[in-house]
C-alpha cells in the first residue's frame, strides 16, 4: 500500500477536486432551474412565480449538494478506495507498534444511565489492556448530573469500577459544582486542570464507544502527522431495540460509506468536528480554540451551544488540519429511540445551528468551515423554506380556481402548481428530483451486493433489498414529520425561545412511547395535514395526488410515531432478518460484552418504590461505605454563619420530615455540604426511630436487603 502524507498536500490537488464537486452541484442546479422556469412562465411570471422559482433553486441545490458528495464517494469505493485520507499516512501491515503518546478519554456526563455510561467505559478499559498500550490512556468522567440520584451512583459506579479493574489513578471522576457552559465549558474545566498533561484527549459521549485497536490506531495517526490538530471518526450507531432505532441504524451503516466517501474527497484537511468520538490534540485546542460569547441573548446570543463545527473552524483558523478518518472501524454511538425522542434533540441542535449565523462571516475562517456552518444552519432552515414551496404551490392551485382559469385538463395532460403543463416536462423534473433523493440508497445498495461477507452481515441479498426498500418507504412518511418539526423550531428559535439542557435519552433499551404523548406531539400535523388533503382534494383532484406523499406521513403521524416507538416491532424484524447490520449479527468483542454487562446490571435488585426517587441521597447518607466514597470527593470549604444555620435547619428537616419534603435544589446543597453528610450520617445511625421521619424508618428496615446484593452487581 502507498503511504499518504498530509505533508505532500497538494493544493492544486484540492482545488482541482472541489472544482469537479461544486461544478457538478451547479450543473444540476442550473439543469432542474431551467425545467422549472420553463413550467413557470409559459403564462408569464408575477411575484409568486419568482418566489416559487427562487425557492426552488435554493433547495434543489441542497438536495444537489448531498446528491453528489455521494455519486463521487460511490466512484471513489469503486475504484478501490481514496489514496489521499488521513488512514493511509500509516502502513497497518507494518505498524502493529505504533508509537504513541499520553491521551486522556474525557466523558462528559449529564443525568445519563449510570449503568450505560462506565459499562462503556469498562469495555474500553479492557479492550486497551489486552492490546497492552494501556499505559498511554487516563480516563476522565466529567459530570454535570444535576440529580441526587445520578451523582451519588456516578461516585460508586466510579469507585467499584477502580476497585474491579484496577483503574485507581488511572480513571478519574470530577462533578462541577457548577455546570456552567454545558458540555464545552465541561470540557473547558478538564483543560484548564489537566489538559497540560496529555498531548491528545480523545472526546466521548455517554453513549460512545470505541474499540481499543481504534483509539490505538487514531494516537499513532496523529504522532505520524503533527500538522493535524482533530480526526474525527464516523462513529456508526448500534444497539437499536425499537424500530424507529433499527431502521435509523440500518440507514446510517449501509448509506453512510458513499456519502463519507465523497466528504473526504472535497473536504480533505478542512474536515469538521463533530463533538464526540474523536481525538484533539491538547495544546491547539487549548491555544485557538476558546469559544467567544455571541452578541445579544439566548437564542441566537450568549454562549454557543453548538461547540464542535466552531471548535474546527478555529482549529483551521489556527493552521492546523481537521480529517475525518472514515476507513477507521471501531467507533460506536446509540441513536434516539423514538421519534420523538430525535424531535427533542433536534430542538437543541436547531438553536445550536441557527447561533452559527453570526459566524458565517468571521474573519480568517476558509470557504470550507463557512460552508460547514452554512450547510447545518440550511439542514434546519430548509425545512420552513419546503414547507413555504408547498403551501405557495398550494396557493397558487386556489388562486388559478377561484379565478376561474383553471380548466379542465385533457387525457394526456396533468397539473401541477396550478398550471396545464404537459406529462412528459413535468414528469421529467419530477423524476428528476426522485433520482437525487433515492438514487444514492440504490448505489449503497448495489456496492454492497458486490461483497459477498458483507451482504451475508446485512442479512443476505433478499433481506437486503427489503430492507432497503421499507427503509425508504419510512423514511418517505418520516420526512414531512420532520419538515413541520423543524419549522416550528426554527420559528421558535427566530422569536427568541431558547432550549433547556435535557437528557437525552438513549437508544439501549428505549422505553415505549404512549398514545397520550404522541397525541399531544402530532396532533397538529395530522389536523394540518387532514384540512391540507381534503381542500387539495375538492379543488384540484390531480394536485392532491402530487401532495400524497407529503400528506400521508402528515395524517398518519400519531400511528406512525406509536408504531415505531415499540421494542416489540424491533425485535419482530430482527427476527425476520429485517434491518440488520455487521455490527448486530456480527458483533465485534467490545459490543458483545457491553450488551452482556448491561443485561447483568438490568437485571439486579431495584430499590422498592417509595425508597426510588431519593435512593442515592438514602445512600450517601445511610451507608458507611458511600458516605466515606462521597465527602472524600467534596472539597471542603469554610462556610459562614449564615451558611451553617441554613444547613443546620436542612439537616434537622430532612431527618424528621424526609427527603421528600426537599426540594432537589436543597437535596444538591446538602450533597454538596461535607459537614452536612458527615452529621447526618452519625446522627441516622444514634437517633431512636420516634425521633425519624418514617421514610428513613422504612429504609433502614430495608437496609439489609438492599446491601444484600453487593453494590458491585447494582453498578458493574
Known amino acids: 500500500m502507498k503511504i499518504f502524507s498530509t505533508d505532500q498536500l497538494n493544493k492544486r490537488r484540492i482545488a482541482w477536486r472541489r472544482m469537479v464537486f461544486f461544478s457538478s452541484v451547479f450543473v444540476l442546479t442550473s439543469f432542474a432551474t431551467w425545467f422549472m422556469a420553463d413550467l413557470l412562465w409559459r403564462t408569464g411570471l408575477d411575484g409568486l412565480d419568482v418566489a416559487l422559482l427562487l425557492l426552488f433553486v435554493i433547495l434543489f441545490a441542497h438536495i444537489a449538494t448531498g446528491f453528489c458528495t455521494a455519486i463521487i464517494g460511490f466512484f471513489i469505493i469503486n475504484r478501490g478506495g481514496d489514496s489521499c485520507r488521513i488512514g493511509n499516512t500509516i502502513d497497518q501491515a507494518g505498524a502493529t507498534e505504533p508509537p504513541l503518546a ?257 459566524l458565517l462571516f468571521a474573519r480568517g475562517f476558509g470557504p470550507i468551515n463557512r460552508m460547514h456552518l452554512f450547510l447545518g444552519i440550511m439542514g434546519y432552515v430548509a425545512s420552513p423554506l419546503w414547507l413555504l414551496f408547498l403551501l405557495l404551490s398550494s396557493i397558487n392551485v386556489v388562486r388559478a380556481v377561484a379565478s376561474g382559469s383553471f380548466t379542465p385538463l385533457p387525457q394526456d395532460y396533468t397539473s401541477i402548481f396550478g398550471y396545464i403543463v404537459e406529462v412528459p416536462e413535468a414528469l421529467t423534473l419530477f423524476a428528476f428530483t426522485m433520482l437525487l433523493l433515492f438514487l444514492p440508497k440504490a448505489l449503497s445498495v448495489m456496492i454492497t451486493l458486490r461483497n459477498r461477507e458483507l451482504t451475508a452481515a446485512f442479512g443476505g441479498s433478499p433481506r437486503l433489498v427489503a430492507s432497503a426498500l421499507l427503509e425508504s418507504i419510512v423514511s418517505t412518511l418520516l420526512a414531512p414529520i420532520h419538515m413541520f418539526f423543524n419549522s416550528r423550531f426554527v420559528v421558535f428559535t427566530l422569536l427568541g425561545q431558547g432550549v433547556t439542557w435535557i437528557t437525552q435519552r438513549r437508544g439501549l433499551f428505549g422505553d415505549d412511547n404512549d398514545w397520550r404523548e404522541a397525541i399531544l406531539t402530532h396532533a397538529g400535523q395530522t389536523v394540518i395535514g387532514l384540512v391540507w388533503g381534503v381542500s387539495a382534494f375538492i379543488l384540484v383532484p390531480a394536485f392532491f395526488w402530487w401532495l400524497s406523499p407529503v400528506l400521508a406521513g402528515l395524517v398518519f403521524s400519531i400511528p406512525l410515531a406509536i408504531i415505531l416507538s415499540k421494542v416489540r416491532f424491533g425485535r419482530g424484524t430482527h427476527n425476520l432478518g429485517l434491518f440488520v447490520t455487521p455490527e448486530e449479527s456480527q458483533p465485534s468483542y467490545e459490543l458483545r460484552h457491553l450488551r452482556q454487562n448491561l443485561a447483568e446490571c438490568y437485571q439486579h435488585l431495584r430499590p422498592i418504590e417509595p425508597l426510588r426517587d431519593d435512593y442515592g441521597l438514602l445512600q450517601a447518607v445511610l451507608d458507611p461505605y458511600v458516605n466515606a466514597v462521597h465527602v472524600s470527593l467534596l472539597r471542603q470549604r469554610r462556610p459562614s454563619r449564615e451558611s451553617r444555620e441554613y444547613f443546620m435547619s436542612l439537616r434537622q428537616r430532612l431527618l424528621r420530615e424526609g427527603p421528600t419534603k426537599l426540594t432537589t435544589k436543597e437535596k444538591m446543597a446538602l450533597l454538596l455540604d461535607a459537614d452536612s453528610l458527615i452529621w447526618l450520617h452519625r446522627e441516622l445511625w444514634r437517633l431512636p426511630a420516634g425521633a425519624l421521619a418514617g421514610w428513613w424508618r422504612l429504609a433502614m428496615r430495608q437496609y439489609n436487603v438492599l446491601t444484600a446484593t453487593p453494590v458491585t452487581a447494582l453498578y458493574r
Open 102 to 358: 499520553g491521551t486522556a478519554i474525557i466523558v462528559p456526563v449529564y443525568n445519563e444511565d449510570v449503568s450505560r455510561v462506565f459499562e462503556g467505559l469498562r469495555v474500553i478499559y479492557r479492550s486497551l489492556q489486552e492490546a497492552h498500550r494501556l499505559e498511554h490512556f487516563d480516563f476522565f468522567i466529567l459530570s454535570d448530573s444535576d440529580q441526587p440520584n445520578q451523582w451519588i451512583q456516578e461516585e460508586v459506579a466510579w469507585v467499584e469500577l477502580c476497585k474491579q479493574v484496577g483503574g485507581l489513578g488511572r480513571i478519574f471522576y470530577r462533578k462541577r459544582r457548577q455546570a456552567i457552559n454545558r458540555k464545552s465549558g465541561n470540557v473547558a474545566d478538564f483543560l484548564r486542570r489537566w489538559g497540560r498533561n496529555y498531548r491528545y484527549m480523545v472526546v466521548l459521549d455517554a453513549d460512545s464507544l470505541m474499540t481499543g485497536q481504534a483509539l490505538i490506531r487514531l494516537v499513532a495517526l496523529m504522532e505520524k502527522n503533527p500538522a493535524v490538530g482533530i480526526i474525527q471518526t464516523p462513529p456508526r450507531i448500534v444497539n437499536g431495540e425499537t424500530l424507529y432505532s433499527r431502521i435509523q441504524q440500518f440507514a446510517n451503516r449501509l448509506y453512510s460509506p458513499l456519502f463519507l466517501a465523497g466528504l473526504n474527497f472535497w473536504q480533505q484537511e478542512d474536515g469538521n468536528y463533530w463533538g464526540h468520538n474523536a481525538i484533539i490534540r491538547v495544546q491547539p485546542f487549548i491555544d485557538h480554540c476558546c469559544l467567544p460569547d455571541l452578541p445579544g441573548r439566548e437564542p441566537f446570543g450568549g454562549r454557543i451551544l453548538s461547540h464542535d463545527f466552531v471548535e474546527a473552524a478555529l482549529m483551521r483558523r489556527a493552521g492546523w488540519q481537521v480529517w475525518i478518518a472514515h476507513d477507521i472501524e471501531g467507533s460506536y454511538e446509540e441513536g434516539p429511540p423514538t421519534l420523538i425522542d430525535s424531535a427533542k434533540r433536534d430542538r437543541r441542535w436547531c438553536q445550536g445551528n441557527m447561533q452559527h449565523s453570526w
